[in-house]
């Protein structure tokens, strides 16, 4: 008799281990429904921004580094002119550009020089105090970067505090970047 209660328990823990792992799946699917898919977490939020040496767009002979930022509030843009959601979120930099909040430094990623300034002359103008050109993408590694258009938000310290994903639009500068910026700033 114990034999056959061994097999019974052993049927229902065949049954049972399936069951708990579909159930947990149900659960972290029905969880992320309500997770807005922009807001990536980043593993470098509160920490130094990597630092880099790159060229500036427009002038090779210069070089950026974000130390050279060090005790101000600023923006690294990532875009490229084959970008199509760069385009969307263009007027939208413009006008934050216009607002003189925060220096904007535009990360023209995996784009040739000749073609990123011709979007820029072509978009109705440059909202960046400058751009630097990531030809081979290495430094975006370095920043964890998905996609284009990605922002960072880094503070007098040079850490990163805010990574928004996807395009900027007055909204999410309204109600999430200004605020962080006004925070930081003070």
């Given at each position: 008799?114990?034999?056959?209660?061994?097999?019974?328990?052993?049927?229902?823990?065949?049954?049972?281990?399936?069951?708990?792992?579909?159930?947990?799946?149900?659960?972290?699917?029905?969880?992320?429904?309500?997770?807005?898919?922009?807001?990536?977490?980043?593993?470098?939020?509160?920490?130094?921004?990597?630092?880099?040496?790159?060229?500036?767009?427009?002038?090779?002979?210069?070089?950026?580094?974000?130390?050279?930022?060090?005790?101000?509030?600023?923006?690294?843009?990532?875009?490229?002119?084959?970008?199509?959601?760069?385009?969307?979120?263009?007027?939208?930099?413009?006008?934050?550009?216009?607002?003189?909040?925060?220096?904007?430094?535009?990360?023209?990623?995996?784009?040739?020089?000749?073609?990123?300034?011709?979007?820029?002359?072509?978009?109705?103008g440059d909202p960046y105090a400058l751009s630097?050109?990531?030809?081979?993408?290495?430094?975006?590694?370095?920043?964890?970067?998905?996609?284009?258009?990605?922002?960072?938000?880094?503070?007098?310290?040079?850490?990163?505090?805010?990574?928004?994903?996807?395009?900027?639009?007055?909204?999410?500068?309204?109600?999430?970047?200004?605020?962080?910026?006004?925070?930081?700033?003070?």
């Open positions: 008799m114990t034999e056959i209660a061994q097999r019974k328990g052993a049927g229902t823990l065949r049954l049972a281990i399936p069951l708990v792992v579909f159930a947990l799946l149900v659960f972290f699917l029905w969880r992320g429904l309500w997770r807005d898919p922009r807001e990536v977490p980043s593993a470098l939020i509160d920490k130094p921004a990597p630092d880099f040496t790159l060229p500036v767009l427009g002038d090779a002979t210069r070089k950026f580094s974000p130390a050279e930022y060090r005790g101000k509030v600023w923006l690294l843009n990532v875009w490229g002119s084959w970008c199509i959601s760069c385009q969307v979120e263009h007027p939208s930099l413009l006008s934050l550009a216009k607002m003189n909040a925060v220096p904007i430094v535009g990360f023209d990623w995996k784009d040739k020089p000749e073609a990123a300034a011709k979007w820029l002359a072509q978009q109705g630097v050109t990531d030809l081979d993408g290495r430094v975006a590694i370095d920043y964890g970067v998905y996609g284009a258009p990605e922002t960072f938000v880094i503070d007098r310290q040079g850490v990163i505090r805010m990574k928004h994903i996807g395009p900027l639009d007055e909204a999410s500068i309204k109600d999430k970047l200004l605020p962080m910026i006004r925070k930081l700033s003070q």
